[in-house]
């Protein structure tokens, strides 16, 4: 244990006197060049604004010497910060330990916060303050709305139902929120289910109505189209005979569900082996990211 914990702390000194080595070279900083934008409110004709800003696109390697070009301590910043906490991430590998719980809970607030954020000005913000107040919307944060754009008192029923949801934070008055919580729960489910039917039940059973011999215009016999056909009729076939537990598996059920079996397995192992390859997809990328644009290996 103890040789083991001598080898990491060589590796971890080692690596770390290499990555002062390689930002004592002038790597892992980022250099932006300013580019100005213009652009135009989509106003009824007459009342247009023109908005001005500069944008900061990061130049390649290259492009640094050029005199358009500065550095900017911002995004060096950043990039240092995410640089830490994907090695914070990966110190996992090495045991528990408290910089891996820390980049942990910094992950999961910023997270949350990002999604509320994203959820109060894409839903509150957009669906209920402007389509409420459109005129008090436009002077402050939408001026894009329509000028002739008017309140829409339909919405003042998620409103309503909103507000009684907040009273679930109340001891005495949580009673009141279960209305609008059973009506959030059945109008998801409703819809869940109309989509589900669609997509998933009525789709699967249009896919496997074909034919198991597919011809080709001149009458001669499409092999490869109609092993795919039969393949995929006999697998969803015998699944379904798996599945069917109203009579005994025995005879020749049960070899139809032995079938079943072998096709579910094929199944759940290319599941399985495509989110592996998901995950070994963002491992690279993070790689990517460490050596290329951090180290500039």
Not at 77 to 91: E, H, K, M, Y
Not at 97 to 117: Q, R, W
Request: glycine letters at 8%; aromatic letters at 16%.
């Amino acid at each position: 244990m103890k040789q083991s914990t001598l080898i990491w702390t060589i590796l971890m000194v080692a690596g770390g006197a290499f990555l002062l080595f390689q930002a004592s070279k002038g790597n892992g900083r980022v250099y932006v060049r300013e580019i100005p934008v213009e652009a135009q409110s989509s106003q009824p004709e007459g009342e247009k604004q023109v908005y001005h800003w500069n944008k900061y696109q990061q130049v390649t390697e290259s492009e640094k010497g050029e005199p358009d070009v500065r550095f900017s301590f911002s995004r060096t910043l950043g990039l240092w910060v995410a640089a830490f906490c994907t090695l914070a991430i990966f110190s996992f590998l090495y045991g528990d330990n408290p910089i891996y719980k820390f980049t942990e809970s910094v992950f999961v607030g910023v997270s949350a916060a990002y999604a509320m954020i994203v959820s109060f000005w894409t839903e509150i913000m957009t669906n209920l303050y402007a389509k409420l107040l459109p005129g008090l919307a436009r002077i402050t944060f939408f001026p894009d709305i329509d000028s002739t754009a008017k309140p829409d008192e339909l919405y003042l029923i998620p409103l309503v139902l909103s507000i009684l949801l907040l009273w679930r934070l109340s001891p005495k008055g949580s009673w009141i929120a279960r209305w609008p919580l059973a009506f959030f729960i059945g109008a998801t489910a409703g819809i869940r289910l109309i989509s589900y039917l669609e997509t998933d039940f009525i789709g699967q059973l249009q896919s496997t109505v074909m034919p198991f011999l597919v011809f080709a215009s001149d009458g001669s016999l499409l092999w490869i189209k109609s092993l795919r056909n039969t393949i995929f009729i006999v697998g969803v076939l015998s699944c379904m005979v798996y599945f069917f537990f109203s009579i005994e598996h025995e005879g020749i059920v049960k070899y139809i569900s032995r079938l079943g079996i072998w096709f579910l397995m094929v199944t759940f192992g290319a599941s399985f082996a495509y989110t592996v390859m998901g995950r070994i997809a963002l491992l690279s990328g993070r790689l990517v990211f460490l050596f290329n644009d951090w180290l500039g290996i």
